[in-house]
Structure formats: structure tokens, C-alpha cells
Antibody
């Protein structure tokens, strides 16, 4: 079945970087955009970035420009999100999500989420 | 950026009731509006896309409507499992509303 499986929880110190992976299976990886979404504890959803697995093209929310990099490895059908210069207020759950039909900005399939805790 | 404003921020209703959640866009977005349901500790779930199209597998008691700047999510015949937080999302700039927490009495 179609699924996205994310890497496990991370505990990082302020100033460090974290790289979260999102392994896709059950469909043609290059046919659907992958999105990344952040949710701070008790807060709402916040779009972070998207990547086209086919071209490698990316787009970032203005808020995260310069601190987030999304990449993919088509041979591993895996997308990655690297978040640098972490601060305590970056503590959040990060989700990857797959588009519904390609690039419609509709997040149909979601990963289980990766908890990133930033603490000294 | 287009801002999305949801109301109410929370609502409490009984089994069998009808609930309406509103989402307003700061400028016209035609029908580029998506609704998600999120339960505690879980990833969001797609309910409605293109403002009014029901996602496969979602019960027909969920309905979306609207276009331009004002949109609604209506849940008819409320069920206990509908207790969740609901988010709208503008499917162009990806901005989300702040969420509406639905409690079943």
C-alpha cells in the first residue's frame, strides 16, 4: 500500500542540525510532490517546503528560508528535510506528505511524524 | 501571503448535531481550499479538497462548500469519532487556518 515512513525521534542541542527522512513506498516516487509540515507542541500546522522528486526542484516558506533544505534520493525513494541552527522554539513534530495527484497542493498521504526536540 | 482565518476556534456539540466551521481567505482563492482532520498524536487526514470534493473513504456526513474568500466545512449527524481538530488550508500558498477544536459532549 501507499505509505510514507519517517525516521525516528531526535534530540538536538541548540545550534545543531537535524535531518529527517521520509521513505516512500507503494507508488512511483517521482510522480508526486512531497511536502513538509511543522507542528509545534499544542499548535497548528505550518507548511515548511516542497520538493519535486522528479526534478529535484524545491520551494520554501519564507519563514524557513536559509535554515531548511529539502532533498531526495530517487534510488532510495526517500525525501529528506534538513533543519539547521536549531533553537528551542523549533521543537516540533515534522510531517512529510504526498500530493494527491501530482502537484495539486493537496496533502493526501502523510507520514507518521518525526518528533524533534531541541534542548540543551 | 494569503491569510486563512477559521472560526470558531473551538466548538462543542452533541452526537447527532450539525456543526459548521468557517474559513475565510484574505483574498480570493477560487476553490483552492482543502480541509483536514487531526486527532491527538496522529497525522492530519485529508477530508475535502477543491473546496467541495469529498476524499475517498471519508463519510458523506462531511461536506465542504464555498468559493472565493468564504468556505465552510459542515459535519452532519455528528459522531463520537468526529472529535478532532479541523484545519483549512489554502492550496496555493499552502497557508493553514489556525484550527477548530471540535468536542463531542
Amino acid at each position: 500500500q501507499v505509505q510514507l515512513v519517517q525516521s525516528g525521534a531526535e534530540l538536538k542541542k541548540p545550534g545543531a542540525s537535524v535531518k529527517v527522512s521520509c521513505k516512500a513506498s507503494g507508488y512511483t516516487f517521482t510522480d508526486y510532490y512531497i511536502y513538509w509540515v511543522r507542528q509545534a507542541p499544542g499548535q497548528g500546522l505550518e507548511w515548511v517546503a516542497w520538493i519535486s522528486p522528479k526534478s529535484g526542484g524545491t520551494h520554501y516558506a519564507q519563514k524557513f528560508l536559509g535554515r531548511v533544505t529539502v532533498t531526495r534520493d530517487t534510488s532510495l525513494t526517500t525525501a529528506y528535510m534538513e533543519f539547521s541552527s536549531l533553537r528551542s522554539d523549533d521543537t516540533a513534530v515534522f510531517y512529510c506528505a504526498r500530493d494527491k495527484t501530482g502537484y495539486t497542493s493537496t496533502f493526501e498521504i502523510w507520514g507518521q511524524g518525526t518528533v524533534v526536540i531541541v534542548s540543551s | 501571503d494569503i491569510q486563512m482565518t477559521q472560526s470558531p476556534s473551538s466548538v462543542s456539540a452533541s452526537v447527532g448535531d450539525r456543526v459548521t466551521i468557517t474559513c475565510r481567505a484574505s483574498q480570493g482563492i477560487t476553490n483552492w481550499l482543502v480541509w483536514y482532520q487531526q486527532k491527538p498524536g496522529k497525522a492530519p487526514k485529508l477530508l475535502i479538497y477543491a473546496a467541495s470534493s469529498l476524499q475517498s473513504g471519508v463519510p458523506s456526513r462531511f461536506a465542504g462548500s464555498g468559493s472565493g474568500t468564504e468556505f465552510t466545512l459542515t459535519i452532519n449527524n455528528l459522531q463520537p469519532e468526529d472529535s478532532a481538530t479541523y484545519y483549512c488550508q489554502q492550496a496555493n500558498s499552502f497557508s493553514f487556518g489556525q484550527g477548530t477544536k471540535l468536542e463531542i459532549k
